[in-house]
């Protein structure tokens, strides 16, 4: 979403007067310390399931 969001805006986006790089910044940081989205999705998939199976696993 940050990346469209910087499309969006064009060449102002990469600026520091706008704040749309600021988010983009975050989103490839948190990408790079926490992985990818999917990745999180299918954790949390596994820890519910192994939730709902009554036990805990990781």
Do not use: F, K, P
Not at 12 to 35: K, P
């Amino acid at each position: 979403m940050a990346i469209e969001n910087m499309q969006i805006q064009g060449g102002v986006g990469y600026t520091w007067e706008y704040d749309a790089h600021l988010y983009y910044r975050r989103a490839q940081s948190s990408e790079i310390l926490l992985g990818r989205a999917s990745d999180q999705h299918d954790r949390i998939a596994r820890l519910l399931s192994a939730t709902a199976a009554g036990g805990m696993s990781r």
